[in-house]
């Protein structure tokens, strides 16, 4: 109980910070710049498959779109987050986030009699002598077991999902955040970072929210996809790299968020970078860039860099290329994006 | 003896490995190999093994349908759902099955026996030979958000009973260390850990290792893929951390363009065949060690 409280308490100054550090940033920002009357973007990088370059890309848009767009940065990639270690970033918010729960089971008041084992369906109940306990790792808490118990014996209490974080960065301010090991609630701590940036992106007037995607197609991807006016899908061309695009362009579709595919690696295998060109083609898709393989992205990884730091190297030189592409859809008056065949086919 | 194989990181080289293994493990006759796709999300397995797919099963989660004649509309199912997929409105009831677990709460609170569960598909569940290998993959359904329940129900499906003799269960999980990745890890008897030695890659082989090692307590070893090329990172890490690195893939041209065409690197490259006798050799010594 006395744990709920402070958490609580935290929560509330969390909140009370966040909204003075909104004043401050509005104030410095309207003191800087001009208004804008520019709709404010917000564009989400996927892929599907994981280790395609979703993060290596991020980078290198953010500091090529910082140069004369002011941003708004967000990791929604709440399992792995890797953006903060390109960027550098400065921390100056930390707050525990708490969204679920899993039960309990009191031992004195715990008879034996089993039936929270019966009624959970996902085996989170474990016989231990006579009694039972819960496998937090397993609970989902669902409290089916507390409603049913006959002696009363089982409560729900907090399970903490994660931290959050805004960080300071050169190039704009980065919501991040890290899941606590195997947790189950990684889609809400994914919209809380996300619903956090957007708050600050709207204060501030920024004209781009970046966020950085997880892999895969489920929970997590949902949450960082909602409310996205662009999807940037980086693609690998190979067999399972063209079956997982397939499978997120389905995705993005099914949820009305318009897409547009960029290969990375691009050079490795010919006949799969034509696989992913006639997917888009038959997809009606834009294709909007080609990365070569580079071994610069690793060099400027190892040294916490984008790689567009790395200003003539050929992976650096297509980002650009990819940039320049992608800066009409900033510029875009409706919602759902500029024409869909508006990309330039590579 | 069941083997996860998990990385923090994606594209790190999970499938490579349990492909790769699978196929010199079985097709060597060093163990009777199952080999199950857990990344429901976006599988891969399939496509470098071409299974002969036999068996199919469709995965549902059941969500609560309510029979209004019954209702009294009090709103003990709105109350004891946690994941608000019930709510009651004046004589109304409204369901929302996306947000709905399954846990059967509702049905079982309701007084009156209003509410039936009926499934709700989340996707499907396949099976068949290929080769020597007995493979399964899970197929979550695109626009669903949920894939524990599709592994949960593979792995209760496909895993040989332990009166079968003991087979070699390889499983295949999805990146990240969030739920699905618990569900993949949860019941194995080791977890090989692929990363690759960049900053990328150890940071998140440290969150592996904290979630396999750490809060499942399971004794894990590392496998370094792409090995060569970053920095020493991960050396420096698993040495600190006292967990052994059982094998280093080289970054090697052929693997990457074996891999990318689909093909199962271990035919297009037999050198690597052995290394992987080996890896397979010291799992089971770090296996008996712990015991």
């Known amino acids: ?346 | 003896m069941i083997v996860a194989i998990a990385s923090g990181k994606g594209g790190t080289g999970k499938t490579l490995l349990a492909t790769g293994l699978a196929q010199v493990l079985a097709a060597d006759g060093l163990a009777t190999v199952h080999l199950l796709d857990c990344d429901v999300e976006e599988p891969n397995d399939h496509l470098f093994l071409s299974p002969t797919l036999t068996r199919k099963e469709e995965v549902s989660i059941l969500v609560p349908k309510i029979d209004l004649a019954r209702c009294t509309f009090c709103g003990r199912c709105a109350q004891v759902c946690t994941f608000h997929a019930l709510a009651v409105v004046q004589k109304k009831v409204l369901t929302f099955p996306q947000l709905c677990h399954g846990c059967g709460s509702c049905a079982r609170q309701c007084a009156s026996g209003a509410i039936s569960e009926e499934p709700m598909r989340m996707g499907q569940l396949e099976a068949g030979d290929a080769g020597k290998i007995h493979f399964a993959q899970g197929l979550m359904d695109v626009g669903q958000a949920m894939a524990t329940p599709v592994i949960r129900r593979l792995k209760q499906w496909a895993i040989p009973r332990e009166a079968e003799g003991d087979p070699l269960v390889l499983l295949d999980s999805p990146p990240g260390n969030a739920c699905s990745v618990v569900e993949t890890l949860r019941g194995s008897d080791f977890a090989l850990l692929v990363t690759e030695p960049t900053p990328f890659g150890l940071h998140d082989l440290e969150i592996a290792v904290e979630l396999a090692r750490g809060e499942l307590k399971l004794p894990v070893g590392v496998v370094v893929n792409r090995d060569g090329v970053g920095d020493h990172g991960v050396d420096d890490f698993c040495a600190r951390a006292g967990v052994p690195i059982l094998l280093r893939i080289p970054l090697d041209r052929r693997i990457a363009e074996a891999y990318s065409a689909g093909a199962l690197w271990v035919d297009a490259i037999p050198e690597y065949r052995e290394p992987l006798r080996r890896l397979y050799r010291e799992v089971q010594a770090q296996i008996g060690g712990g015991q």
């Open chain 1, 1 to 346: 109980m006395k744990q709920s409280v402070t958490l609580s308490s935290k929560v509330d100054t969390a909140k009370s910070t966040l909204g003075a550090t909104l004043a401050r940033l509005t104030a410095r920002v309207h003191s800087r710049r001009s208004l804008r009357t520019r709709s404010r973007k917000q564009w989400v990088i996927l892929s599907g498959k994981g280790g395609t370059g979703k993060t290596t890309v991020t980078a290198a848009l953010a500091h090529l779109a910082a140069r004369e767009h002011q941003l708004v940065l967000a990791d929604a990639d709440v399992d792995a987050a890797n953006l903060e270690l390109l960027l550098s970033p400065t921390v100056v918010e930390e707050h525990e986030y708490v969204d679920g729960k899993v039960a309990a089971i009191d031992p004195q008041l715990c008879t034996g009699c089993g039936e929270c084992a019966e009624v959970c369906r996902f085996g989170a109940i474990v016989a231990e002598g006579l009694n039972y306990r819960v496998d937090p790792t397993a609970c989902g808490g669902c409290a089916a077991c507390r409603y049913h118990c006959p002696a009363k014996a089982i409560s729900m209490v907090d399970s903490p999902t994660g931290r959050w974080f805004r960080s300071e960065t050169k190039l704009g301010p980065l919501f991040h955040a890290r899941l606590y090991a195997g947790q189950e609630s990684s889609g809400r701590l994914v919209t809380q970072v996300k619903q956090n940036a957007r708050l600050l992106a709207t204060e501030v007037g920024a004209d781009l929210l970046l966020i950085d995607g997880p892999p895969g197609i489920g929970c997590p991807v949902i949450a960082a996809t909602s409310g996205a006016n662009l999807a940037i899908l980086v693609a690998e061309p190979s067999v399972s790299g063209v079956h997982d695009l397939e499978r997120i362009l389905s995705t993005t579709r099914h949820f009305g968020v318009p897409a547009v595919v960029c290969v990375n690696k691009a050079d490795i295998n010919p006949a799969q970078t034509a696989q992913v060109k006639a997917l888009c083609a038959t997809q009606q898709v834009p294709l909007v860039g080609a990365i070569p393989f580079d071994t610069t992205v690793v060099e400027a990884m190892v040294h916490r860099q984008p790689v567009t730091q790395y200003r003539s190297s050929p992976a650096a030189v297509a980002l650009q290329a990819l940039w320049r592409d992608l800066e009409p859809w900033l510029e875009a008056e409706t919602e759902q994006g500029p024409d869909r065949h508006a990309g330039r086919h590579v």
